[in-house]
């Protein structure tokens, strides 16, 4: 017969026993689960679907080291090219939703649906705004021979001579091609494109004389302004150039809703979680104030925007809309 202390030992190990078990099963359940990790746990892909060396390629640099700083994780650019920036952007847009792989987008991202016969992926439903970086406007350069000093001389010019005038750009398709049909449009005016492979030889063949005229975005433009090479017309923003102020804009010659910008922006993946997407754009828009931050895009006559996802999308949209017909007119078509 057990003892009244044999019987209490007995009932504490019956007790052991079942907490025991009931803790192996509870683990047994949960095996392999893991707490949610903060975002971001690991290095963030930043995608620039251009080559090193561009404007989308400094500013992506410039972005990336901004955010590592704040996130504690490495941001990694990542050259993706091709296509007019359809390679690379194709990757965001069919890369895992998870924030790890983002895309420094461009006026390109809204053109391309318009130009190319066949889209590898659709911008607007594909992927996801998340903040707008900066925006420099373009500008309108004249070699520094052509008779005329403003814009209301060069359209004087044209109507006297149809087609006589000619303007290059980096490719058909391009912001400084449609710029220029844009210009056409607006003006009433006959001028013949010139396409190249780059923007880089059609400024040289503006100094020299070998084409008259060309739209450019003011990063590379203002070195040669500056020196005399080219003459500048005319800026294609909102307002006058804090670089250029005492160039007009051609709203103030005339043509009020003649604005064509170069813009940064990052997007990702368009099912990315609301709340790593407001992560990011907070980090983005802060990121802005940097000295860093402001002395580069200060230095490329950039003006910062930040703002929310959703004015980033509103805005995106606005762009897709208004350049359909303007690519349309122009007949660029990639197949």
Same mark, same amino acid.
């Given at each position: ?13 019956? #007790? =052991?026993?079942?907490?025991?078990? !009931?803790? /192996?099963?509870?683990? +047994?359940?949960?095996? *392999?689960? %893991?707490?949610?990790? $903060? ?116 359209? #004087? =010019?044209?109507?006297?001579?149809? !087609?006589? /005038?000619?303007?290059? +750009?980096?490719?058909? *398709?391009? %912001?400084?091609?449609? $710029? ?156």
């Amino acid at each position: 017969m057990k003892t009244n202390s044999t019987a209490v030992l007995d009932r504490r190990r019956i #007790a =052991l026993v079942s907490c025991a078990a !009931g803790l /192996l099963a509870w683990c +047994s359940m949960y095996a *392999g689960e %893991t707490p949610a990790q $903060a975002y971001p746990s690991k290095p963030i892909r930043l995608i620039v679907p251009y080559a090193p060396g561009g404007g989308v390629d400094i500013i992506a640099r410039t972005t990336a080291q901004e955010l590592t700083k704040r996130m504690g994780q490495q941001i990694i650019v990542d050259n993706r090219t091709g296509a007019g920036g359809n390679v690379g952007s194709e990757i965001v847009a069919k890369s895992p939703p998870d924030g790890y792989t983002l895309l420094m987008a461009s006026p390109a991202n809204t053109i391309n649906p318009s130009l190319y016969a066949k889209m590898p992926y659709e911008p607007m439903r594909d992927l996801a705004a998340v903040a707008l970086i900066a925006s420099v406007p373009a500008v309108l350069l004249a070699n520094p021979s052509l008779p005329v000093q403003s814009v209301k001389q060069l359209v #004087a =010019l044209a109507k006297a001579k149809p !087609g006589a /005038l000619t303007y290059g +750009s980096g490719g058909s *398709g391009t %912001t400084e091609h449609l $710029a220029g049909e844009m210009f056409k449009s607006f003006a009433g005016i006959d001028m013949l494109h010139v396409s190249y492979k780059g923007g880089a030889q059609v400024i040289i063949d503006v100094i020299s004389g070998q084409i008259a005229l060309m739209f450019v975005n003011q990063v590379f433009a203002l070195p040669h302004i500056q020196s005399g090479k080219v003459k500048a017309l005319a800026v294609a923003g909102s307002a006058r150039s804090p670089s250029l102020p005492n160039v007009p804009t051609f709203v103030e010659s005339g043509f009020k809703d003649f604005v064509v910008s170069v813009w940064w922006g990052v997007m990702g993946p368009a099912a990315m979680p609301k709340e790593i997407v407001n992560q990011l754009n907070r980090e983005l828009v802060a990121s802005l104030s940097s000295p860093d931050m402001q002395q580069r895009l200060k230095s490329m006559s950039a003006q910062p925007i930040g703002g929310s996802p959703e004015q980033f999308a509103a805005f995106f949209a606005a762009e897709t809309k208004r350049w359909a017909p303007i690519v349309k007119a122009s007949g660029a078509r990639v197949e």
